[in-house]
């Protein structure tokens, strides 16, 4: 069996404060390019021999393993002035403390280069950095800003757009406004299962395979000329073979690490019981190296509640990191972004490509699957119609829309929980019914008074399996 593996979201601006301030853009996984489109923005302090900025805070941006002053990067983008670059970044004109940072951060570019205004004179300096790079020698600053920095992004103006949002939620979260992700929480993680995983196996033979095909075709043509039957250079038991070892050995290809292996995706299928067969393939694992420093991830966190087993774990070194899902646990699939695209531009959003430095300060940011999508005037309203359309089941009841609001509110739990546990009701039919709203996104802004249901839904079948109701 197949066991599903634990990931950090990807398309997420991630805050943390250890071992420094920063907000990392982790794009979604595309092969072994992964690392290279990742984004950081970081906090540091100047150096202390540094004459006018010695121990002041500035921002830099690292992308494709150069560093850059995050007002260079900006004019590099098309901004055209100070002011500018400063409403892409703050929420109001009258943020005293972003303000005096950026201001530490302009004066230190203009001490990097002096014509940083201009955008010619700073795609020089990229470029410099650029060449500075042991892999690929050859890029260019055009190239790597629309191939890396953000690339599902149309448009420097948009990525600029970006990047501003990127900055202001670092220094929200650096003066407190905003709390920093947590990594151990559920719903800033997602499951890999079986048909990504072989995905990823695949590739990797895949790719193996066509290496070895492309070296034995360039070999032939270098002694004899010409080329044979394609039968002989292609073969097939690369792959065949390949999936049967990573079956039976257990070590399969890592998603994001040339050569580099994984184990932990495959077990052997108890089948003790119909409980024991059906706990097993509700199995998932944490993909970590066992001499890491994990931290609280082995420990239950609220996140667990409902999703998470708090007793299924086995001894040993896989304490906390192999776990089962709850009985009441819903593993939503990946969907298509454009149906969803398309009910926000029937509802009046304005796309990205359409938005303007100074109407992303004061109007509500939509974010689809992580991606910025547009903005919206009104978003009471906004979030008012996607419910009622997933009500109506015009979208799938799975998509779940997280709203993060700065006025909190409490929700009420009535007897109707109860009868989801007793009566066994679809998830779709509390949609429908107007109930069923909160999903792990939204329980962070809706405090919790009290539940009521049947404890032994929230663990998962084979700890039930002695017990006479399950007889």
């Not at 020698?137 to 949002?165: H, S, T």
């Not at 032939?220 to 010409?226: I, K, Q, T, W, Y």
């Not at 890592?254 to 580099?260: A, G, L, R, V």
Request: with cysteine.
């Amino acid at each position: 069996v197949v066991i599903a593996q634990e990931e950090r979201c990807t398309n997420r601006i991630w805050v943390t404060s250890t071992p420094s301030w920063m907000a990392i853009y982790t794009p979604s996984a595309s092969g072994f390019s992964w690392n290279k489109n990742k984004v950081f923005v970081k906090i540091i302090k100047t150096i202390k021999d540094d004459k006018w900025f010695a121990g002041r805070d500035v921002i830099t941006v690292n992308f494709f393993s150069i560093t850059v002053p995050v007002v260079l990067m900006f004019y590099a983008l098309g901004v055209e002035s100070d002011l500018e670059m400063i409403q892409m970044i703050r929420n109001s004109s009258s943020d005293c403390k972003m303000s005096e940072l950026l201001l530490s951060s302009i004066y230190k570019a203009e001490a990097e280069l002096k014509d940083f205004r201009r955008k010619d004179k700073v795609w020089d300096y990229i470029n410099d950095q650029l060449k500075k790079c042991k892999f690929p020698k050859n890029q260019d600053a055009e190239e790597a800003l629309k191939a890396y920095l953000f690339p599902y992004i149309v448009g420097y103006k948009q990525k600029a757009m970006f990047l501003g949002y990127m900055v202001n939620c670092l220094l929200s979260s650096y003066f407190g406004r905003r709390s920093v992700e947590n990594k151990d929480d559920y719903k800033n993680k997602r499951l890999e299962l079986a048909g990504e995983l072989l995905g990823h196996e695949l590739q990797g033979l895949v790719r193996h395979f066509r290496n070895r095909m492309g070296k034995g075709i360039q070999r032939e043509l270098s002694v004899r000329g010409n080329l044979k039957s394609m039968d002989i250079y292609v073969d097939a038991s690369i792959i065949t073979n390949g999936l049967v070892r990573a079956f039976s050995t257990g070590n399969w290809s890592h998603p994001h690490k040339f050569n580099t292996k994984c184990t932990g995706v495959v077990a052997s299928l108890k089948s003790t019981n119909p409980l024991q067969t059906l706990s097993e393939m509700r199995r998932m694992r944490l993909r970590v190296q066992y001499a890491a420093k994990l931290g609280d991830a082995r420990y239950p966190n609220p996140s667990y509640w409902g999703r998470v087993c708090f007793i299924s774990t086995p001894d040993g070194e896989n304490c906390g990191l192999v776990k089962n899902l709850a009985l009441t646990c819903l593993v939503s699939l990946h969907t298509a972004k454009e149906p969803i695209l398309d009910v926000l531009n029937q509802f009046g959003i304005t796309l990205v490509d359409q938005i303007s430095s100074s109407d992303s300060e004061h109007l509500t940011k939509v974010f689809v699957n992580g991606e910025w999508a547009g903005i919206h005037h009104d978003s009471v309203s906004l979030v008012k119609k996607l419910r009622d359309f997933r009500r109506k089941q015009h979208i799938h009841p799975h998509l779940q829309p997280y709203f993060r609001i700065k006025e909190k509110f409490r929700a009420s739990v009535d007897t109707f929980q109860i009868d989801l546990v007793e009566g066994c009701v679809a998830f779709g039919a509390t949609v429908g019914a107007e109930r069923g709203e909160l999903d792990i996104g939204n329980c962070d802004d809706c405090p919790i008074t009290g539940v009521l249901c049947k404890m032994t839904s929230l663990i998962s079948l084979y700890v039930l399996h002695n017990c006479s109701s399950f007889r």
